[in-house]
């Protein structure tokens, strides 16, 4: 068959038509010198889940193309080193040939610069496991802190302590570019750095350094955040100067500068304070004690030594007391020899003066009655600590490495607090008062060491680690109790006196060893074998002198003094396997541990020995549904043991109202944990969503048998194993941003429940607790005209006991935030910020205790490029402030007032100055 000229020219253009694809192409230059950008990488994601399509380097003369595109709707990304990522949304219909022409890049130092170009950079994005956010998307107040920009952040808090929670979980460590900043005290970095000096706020999981090396999870993670700078920051030297006073002795001053060259950090701070302010690390709450209480610490490998709920924190983060604190320190990093040795150092000191006071209401469960006890406390401390950290670590070649770490610190305190308490029952009678006074004078050593050596082999997954360790902690203290206790009896009082002074010495050193490899069984799925030894003294010497007729404190009391020496003595092996697929990961494992415990009591010639096997099972898995969504599955099973309180109280009279007698037949407890996280998040939408939720159930728990006489209120606990107990929670939330009207919005749930067993005179009591929660908030700034942002939330906790079923403590609490910021002409300012907490009474705490609390100032920018600030401050205008915690446990519901700090005005200068070769120079 012959086909005409038209047919066969239409035969043609069809197979042409039909064989052809979309493409799209352009050049790209930097904005301001004109020059192309070559290797330029130009990625094609695709718009509804943001995983990538296509990807091309630009050529030398800038110019890229990318064809055989299929139609659809795309994402073009561009990224090149030093400048802003560049982001646009695009369309491809089958025979698209789209030009995007000649697009601009913008350096990152332009842009701080304020050199104004209409780019589209995404706010939120997800790298593997690391959720990143712009931290310039966020507005803050001008010379606001890191910790004022995580406030901000979707999934992060910062709650009035200064602790921050991502996605429901602690963070323990904040790192600057991906390096410790002072040791591991996370509070040093986000209440001391600029907020304009941070590029990126990243939010990972960090694994143990065994697991990075190996590939292995050992179930040993922490919630990390790492400070990305800018890069102008890391050029010369940077820093913030804060000067401020007012009245009632109230003062703040801080000073912080950063000095960057090449790979050398060099940082330093200084805080004088009244208002609150230190650099102090929230954990060192428990850490600043003077070992009063010997107990077991799985973590720790052996009895460690807790004080009796030292007020430091409380006296700062929590608001407890009038403080006044001085705190300065240094840090140094630097990488050298190619990178292949990294050292990084820091000396912190710290000071805190506290005075206060406040008063307890508690209301005790009891089966057909409760008590009331109301007590009132004054306290004065003064607490300081000089701290060590370091880091070293050499990578001699491209298999071997050795890392060696150590921190510690030596401290002094000094306390003094005088409590007065009267316990009622339901019909409002008498039942017992006392009048106590406890001071205490010490000091106190800690030292942790590490070294790791580790090698890999040139097969891939095979490898060897041997680690070793060493802690070693001392406290002791001297000090004095004064506690005179009256009971009543039918109304017949009894008096007793108690007048002691104590000498408390304890010591724990700790020597752990561990070799672990690490060997392929294919290309995906890998095994670990370890085995470990921990070895562990304890020495505690408590000793009770009664104060003799003429006055001296010479005779000992036996009931009240003890010295006993722990020997504990643990080997530990251990297998995993681990799968390392495309969209899978997954692990499983367990140790067994073989424990040998044993307890001399030296002053009574008698010893006690024990014999255990501990079992920790683990087991994770993770999916990637695409580059920006994954789910997160992990179980750990681990032993307790009863600690040496539990089985063999060592005897503290500090509150002859309370009496512990002990249970050498308890078992050891088994917990089962499972937690899981979600996280997805579309770029081009910038919309994001994550849920998280763990759950924990425990086996022969460990709970108290309360016993109360009703008619003195004096109580006895003897702790006994039972089961049943849990304890969940969960919480979510769903970010995005309106880009219309240029506002983030955030919302978002949680939802804790628990049930706990007890004994309470002879009857098992079981405790139901359900606490869901809501909250949300809202951002919107337009620059230089304002900037606001709102945060709410809504709680309310169900509790309810079945040792005495007509009471239910139930109630609802309600938290808002609202700051705003105004930028008027002559480069004035007005900031106003209200806190306001809403607390529902109940029928044992029928006081008002909602706080208002309305912040607020007005300045004026000095300076060259508006870097000064001078400002009036008002704290709390309302006068409203009050310090204020609710407790609640199986048969406890207690309120908490205390002093804190309440209205006062301050004038201050803030200066953020910095000088590096792109042009930024200090304001003078």
């Given at each position: 068959m012959?086909?005409?000229?038209l047919?066969?020219c239409?035969?043609?253009?069809?197979?042409?038509s039909?064989?052809q694809?979309?493409s799209i192409k352009?050049?790209?230059?930097?904005?301001?010198?004109?020059?192309t950008?070559?290797?330029?990488?130009?990625?094609?994601?695709?718009?509804k889940?943001?995983?990538?399509?296509?990807?091309?380097?630009?050529k030398p003369?800038?110019?890229?193309?990318?064809?055989?595109?299929?139609?659809?709707?795309?994402?073009?990304?561009?990224?090149?080193p030093?400048?802003?990522?560049?982001?646009?949304?695009?369309?491809?219909?089958d025979?698209?040939?789209?030009?995007?022409?000649?697009?601009?890049?913008?350096?990152?130092?332009?842009?701080l610069?304020?050199?104004?170009?209409?780019?589209?950079?995404?706010?939120?994005?997800?790298?593997?496991?690391?959720?990143?956010f712009?931290?310039?998307?966020?507005?803050v107040?001008?010379g606001?802190?890191?910790?004022?920009?995580?406030?901000?952040l979707?999934?992060?808090?910062?709650?009035?302590?200064?602790?921050i929670?991502?996605?429901?979980?602690?963070?323990?460590?904040?790192l600057?570019?991906?390096?410790?900043?002072?040791?591991?005290d996370?509070?040093v970095?986000?209440k001391?750095?600029?907020?304009?000096?941070?590029?990126?706020v990243?939010?990972f999981?960090?694994?143990?350094?065994?697991?990075?090396?190996?590939?292995?999870d050992d179930?040993?993670?922490?919630?990390?955040i790492?400070?990305k700078?800018?890069?102008?920051?890391k050029?010369?030297?940077?820093?913030?100067l804060?000067?401020?006073?007012?009245?009632?002795d109230?003062?703040?001053?801080?000073?912080?500068?950063?000095r960057?060259?090449?790979?050398?950090?060099?940082?330093?701070?200084?805080?004088?304070?009244?208002?609150?302010?230190?650099?102090?690390?929230?954990?060192?709450?428990n850490?600043?004690?003077?070992?009063?209480?010997?107990?077991?610490?799985?973590?720790?490998?052996?009895?460690?030594?807790y004080?009796?709920?030292d007020?430091?924190?409380?006296?700062n983060?929590?608001?407890?007391?009038?403080p006044?604190?001085w705190?300065?320190?240094a840090?140094?990093?630097?990488k050298?020899?190619?990178?292949?040795?990294?050292?990084?150092g820091s000396?912190r000191?710290?000071?805190?003066?506290?005075?206060?006071?406040?008063?307890?209401i508690?209301?005790s469960?009891?089966?057909?009655?409760?008590?009331?006890?109301?007590?009132?406390r004054?306290?004065?401390?003064?607490?300081?600590?000089?701290?060590?950290?370091?880091?070293?670590?050499?990578?001699?070649?491209?298999f071997?490495s050795?890392?060696?770490?150590a921190?510690?610190?030596?401290g002094?305190?000094?306390?003094y607090?005088?409590?007065?308490?009267?316990?009622n029952?339901?019909?409002?009678?008498?039942?017992n008062?006392?009048?106590?006074?406890?001071s205490?004078?010490?000091?106190n050593?800690?030292?942790?060491?590490?070294?790791?050596?580790?090698?890999r082999?040139?097969?891939?997954?095979?490898?060897?680690?041997?680690?070793l360790?060493?802690?070693y902690?001392a406290n002791?203290s001297t000090?004095?109790?004064?506690?005179?206790?009256?009971?009543?009896?039918?109304g017949?009082?009894?008096?007793?006196?108690?007048d002691?002074r104590?000498?408390?010495?304890?010591k724990?050193?700790?020597?752990?060893?561990?070799?672990?490899?690490?060997?392929?069984?294919?290309?995906?799925i890998?095994?670990?074998?370890?085995y470990?030894?921990?070895s562990?003294?304890?020495?505690?010497?408590?000793?009770?002198y009664?104060?003799?007729?003429d006055?001296k404190y010479e005779?000992?009391?036996?009931t009240?003094?003890?010295?006993?020496?722990f020997?504990?003595?643990t080997?530990?092996?251990?297998?995993a396997?681990?799968y390392n697929?495309?969209?899978?990961?997954?692990?499983?494992?367990s140790?067994i541990?073989?424990?040998?415990?044993?307890?001399?009591?030296?002053l009574?010639?008698?010893?006690?020995?024990?014999?255990y096997?501990n079992?920790?099972?683990?087991?994770?898995?993770?999916?990637?549904?695409n580059a920006?969504s994954?789910?997160?599955?992990?179980?750990?099973?681990?032993t307790?043991?009863?600690?040496?309180?539990?089985?063999?109280?060592?005897?503290?009279?500090?509150?002859?109202?309370?009496?512990?007698?002990?249970?050498?037949?308890?078992k050891?407890?088994?917990?089962?944990?499972?937690?899981?996280?979600?996280?997805?998040?579309?770029?081009?939408s910038?919309?994001?969503?994550?849920?998280?939720?763990?759950?924990?159930?425990?086996?022969n728990?460990i709970?108290?048998?309360q016993?109360?006489?009703y008619?003195t209120?004096?109580?006895?606990?003897?702790y006994?194993?039972?089961?049943?107990?849990?304890?969940g929670?969960?919480?979510g939330?769903y970010n995005m941003?309106?880009?219309?009207?240029?506002?983030y919005f955030?919302?978002g749930?949680?939802?804790?429940?628990?049930?706990?067993?007890?004994?309470?005179n002879?009857l098992?009591?079981?405790?139901?607790?359900?606490?869901?929660?809501?909250?949300?908030s809202?951002?919107?700034s337009?620059?230089?005209?304002?900037?606001?942002?709102?945060?709410?939330?809504?709680?309310?906790n169900?509790?309810?006991?079945t040792?005495?079923?007509?009471?239910?403590?139930?109630?609802?609490t309600?938290?808002?935030?609202?700051?705003?910021?105004?930028y008027?002409?002559?480069?004035?300012?007005?900031?106003?910020?209200?806190?306001?907490?809403f607390?529902?009474?109940?029928?044992?705490?029928d006081?008002n205790?909602?706080?208002?609390l309305?912040?607020?100032?007005?300045?004026?920018?000095?300076?060259?490029?508006?870097?000064?600030?001078i400002?009036?401050?008002?704290?709390?205008l309302?006068?409203?402030?009050?310090?204020?915690?609710?407790?609640?446990?199986?048969?406890?519901?207690?309120?908490?007032?205390?002093?804190?700090?309440?209205?006062?005005?301050?004038?201050?200068?803030v200066?953020?100055?910095?000088?590096?070769?792109m042009?930024?120079?200090p304001?003078?």
């Amino acid at each position: 068959m012959r086909l005409s000229a038209l047919g066969l020219c239409l035969l043609f253009l069809f197979s042409a038509s039909y064989g052809q694809k979309a493409s799209i192409k352009g050049a790209i230059a930097d904005t301001s010198s004109k020059t192309t950008l070559a290797n330029t990488v130009v990625s094609v994601l695709n718009a509804k889940d943001s995983i990538l399509y296509k990807f091309a380097r630009s050529k030398p003369d800038g110019r890229f193309e990318i064809s055989d595109m299929k139609a659809g709707k795309y994402l073009l990304m561009i990224t090149y080193p030093t400048y802003v990522d560049y982001v646009d949304p695009f369309s491809l219909t089958d025979t698209s040939n789209l030009n995007f022409g000649h697009i601009s890049m913008i350096t990152k130092a332009n842009l701080l610069q304020e050199v104004i170009v209409q780019q589209k950079v995404a706010a939120i994005r997800m790298r593997g496991d690391t959720v990143e956010f712009k931290a310039d998307s966020f507005k803050v107040k001008e010379g606001a802190t890191v910790e004022d920009l995580l406030k901000k952040l979707p999934g992060l808090t910062v709650d009035k302590d200064g602790k921050i929670t991502a996605q429901g979980e602690k963070v323990e460590k904040v790192l600057v570019d991906g390096e410790e900043f002072f040791g591991d005290d996370p509070t040093v970095a986000t209440k001391n750095l600029s907020a304009d000096a941070v590029d990126k706020v990243q939010v990972f999981d960090k694994k143990s350094d065994q697991a990075t090396f190996t590939g292995i999870d050992d179930g040993q993670k922490s919630r990390t955040i790492n400070l990305k700078l800018k890069d102008d920051k890391k050029k010369g030297y940077f820093g913030k100067l804060d000067l401020g006073g007012g009245n009632n002795d109230m003062w703040n001053n801080t000073a912080m500068i950063n000095r960057f060259r090449a790979k050398q950090k060099l940082s330093a701070y200084g805080i004088m304070s009244s208002t609150g302010k230190t650099g102090l690390n929230w954990q060192e709450n428990n850490q600043y004690g003077s070992g009063n209480n010997m107990e077991y610490n799985d973590d720790f490998g052996g009895f460690v030594s807790y004080g009796d709920n030292d007020d430091m924190g409380g006296s700062n983060y929590y608001g407890q007391g009038l403080p006044k604190s001085w705190a300065a320190g240094a840090n140094y990093s630097n990488k050298f020899n190619e990178d292949k040795q990294n050292l990084n150092g820091s000396y912190r000191y710290n000071k805190l003066n506290t005075e206060g006071s406040g008063n307890t209401i508690s209301q005790s469960i009891l089966p057909d009655t409760t008590f009331f006890t109301n007590e009132a406390r004054n306290s004065v401390s003064s607490k300081q600590r000089h701290s060590l950290n370091g880091t070293y670590e050499y990578n001699i070649d491209s298999f071997t490495s050795v890392k060696v770490t150590a921190n510690g610190y030596t401290g002094t305190q000094n306390t003094y607090s005088k409590y007065l308490s009267e316990t009622n029952n339901a019909k409002g009678t008498l039942l017992n008062k006392s009048y106590r006074t406890q001071s205490s004078d010490g000091n106190n050593q800690n030292l942790k060491a590490n070294a790791i050596f580790r090698k890999r082999f040139k097969k891939v997954g095979r490898t060897i680690s041997l680690s070793l360790d060493e802690q070693y902690s001392a406290n002791s203290s001297t000090g004095y109790l004064y506690a005179d206790i009256t009971t009543f009896n039918a109304g017949i009082p009894k008096d007793s006196l108690t007048d002691q002074r104590k000498v408390i010495d304890t010591k724990t050193s700790v020597f752990n060893t561990k070799v672990t490899y690490t060997e392929p069984l294919s290309k995906k799925i890998f095994t670990e074998i370890s085995y470990a030894f921990r070895s562990s003294t304890s020495n505690s010497e408590k000793l009770s002198y009664n104060k003799t007729p003429d006055g001296k404190y010479e005779s000992l009391s036996d009931t009240f003094s003890n010295k006993y020496r722990f020997d504990v003595f643990t080997n530990t092996a251990g297998l995993a396997f681990k799968y390392n697929g495309k969209k899978i990961t997954a692990g499983i494992g367990s140790d067994i541990a073989f424990q040998n415990f044993s307890q001399k009591d030296l002053l009574r010639d008698t010893a006690f020995d024990r014999t255990y096997k501990n079992f920790f099972p683990k087991a994770n898995f993770m999916y990637k549904f695409n580059a920006n969504s994954r789910i997160n599955i992990n179980y750990n099973g681990s032993t307790r043991q009863p600690s040496i309180t539990q089985i063999q109280p060592i005897a503290d009279n500090t509150n002859p109202l309370v009496i512990y007698v002990g249970n050498p037949l308890l078992k050891q407890e088994f917990r089962h944990s499972i937690n899981f996280n979600f996280n997805s998040y579309k770029v081009m939408s910038q919309r994001g969503f994550y849920i998280y939720g763990n759950f924990s159930t425990t086996s022969n728990a460990i709970v108290t048998n309360q016993q109360t006489d009703y008619s003195t209120g004096k109580t006895i606990y003897q702790y006994v194993n039972t089961n049943g107990n849990y304890n969940g929670n969960t919480g979510g939330g769903y970010n995005m941003k309106f880009t219309k009207i240029d506002m983030y919005f955030n919302a978002g749930y949680n939802f804790n429940i628990s049930k706990m067993s007890n004994f309470v005179n002879g009857l098992q009591n079981t405790t139901n607790n359900v606490a869901p929660g809501i909250n949300f908030s809202l951002g919107k700034s337009k620059e230089k005209k304002f900037d606001v942002w709102m945060w709410s939330s809504v709680n309310y906790n169900m509790s309810k006991s079945t040792v005495n079923t007509g009471l239910t403590t139930n109630y609802w609490t309600a938290t808002s935030n609202l700051e705003g910021t105004v930028y008027l002409p002559w480069k004035m300012e007005i900031n106003s910020e209200v806190n306001a907490n809403f607390r529902q009474k109940t029928s044992t705490f029928d006081r008002n205790n909602n706080v208002v609390l309305w912040n607020a100032y007005i300045g004026r920018k000095i300076l060259p490029k508006d870097k000064g600030l001078i400002k009036f401050s008002a704290y709390d205008l309302l006068n409203q402030n009050k310090g204020y915690n609710r407790y609640i446990n199986s048969t406890v519901v207690r309120e908490d007032n205390y002093q804190t700090i309440t209205r006062y005005f301050m004038l201050s200068f803030v200066w953020n100055f910095s000088k590096n070769p792109m042009g930024n120079t200090p304001a003078q």
